[in-house]
């Protein structure tokens, strides 16, 4: 424990997202794997303002099934492309998150993960840039009809770690993330740094959010009570 005075915490559980709320990897891994599946798959490619629209709503699987009717055979695909690109880059952290969740720690607060991401790739990526383990993660291997934007996820954070919804507080980059912590009732807070901000998501976020954070420093003033 640090040797610093403890600060009374007004957030006893973070469940984060993780693909461009804690680490930089759309733009550096997950949009060029899509990309390249998009090629093989279709003969065709997509701006990076799209498909950051589709991640937003309806959502990645969705835009998957529902508008590029891939079949599972297909999912399976691009699932490999992106597992492949996944294993030899190491995304970069965004700025100030390892001390921010440090301290975090330290005053009590827990820490979970909600994202499409692998658990192995989550693990690999939070031991990287020195973040504090999770504590539960819940990723893509989570069943399909469990899958954020269910609120499977939540439901089971809260189940097991005995806290109320008003105790957590999701932070996402989008608008599955902020589904789900509506569907439990549980706060939610805008990963305004993400560099999926495009005016849409940006002006969905900021009208409907609890919290529209435009840098990681602003999300450590809403974690403590003094």
């Known amino acids: 424990m640090s040797e610093k005075k403890q600060r009374e915490l007004r957030v006893r559980c973070l469940v984060l997202d993780h693909d461009d709320t804690v ?13 390249r599946s998009l090629k093989d798959l279709r003969g065709t490619t997509m701006s ?6 589709y991640n937003f ?6 835009m998957c099934a529902d508008i590029l009717h891939y079949t599972p055979e297909e999912i399976r695909y691009q699932e490999a492309e992106w597992e492949r690109a996944a294993a030899v880059t190491i995304p970069a952290v965004y700025e100030g998150l390892p001390e921010i969740l440090h301290t975090y ?9 909600s994202s499409h ?19 539960l993660i819940f990723d893509w ?18 189940r097991i770690l005995n806290l109320k919804p008003e105790e957590l507080l999701m932070v996402d980059d989008l608008k599955p993330g902020y589904d789900m912590a509506k569907a ?37 003033k809403i974690l403590y009570k003094d």
């Open 57 to 62: 709503d309806p959502g990645f699987y969705e």
């Open 105 to 113: 720690v330290e005053n009590g607060g827990k820490i979970c993960v």
């Open 117 to 135: 991401s692998m658990r192995k790739t989550i693990l690999r990526d939070y031991e990287a840039a020195g973040l504090p383990m999770p504590e």
């Open 141 to 158: 291997a989570c069943p399909e009809g469990k899958r954020k934007p269910h609120p499977y996820a939540l439901q089971e954070t809260l």
């Open 48 to 53: 990076y303002e799209q498909f950051v629209e």
């Open 23 to 35: 680490v930089k990897s759309t733009p550096e891994i997950n949009f060029p794997a899509f990309l």
């Open 184 to 220: 439990c009732g549980v706060p939610f807070a805008c990963a305004g740094w993400s560099d999926n901000q495009i005016p849409v998501v940006r002006e969905y976020m900021q009208k409907y959010c609890d919290y529209y954070l435009k840098t990681t420093a602003e999300l450590e």
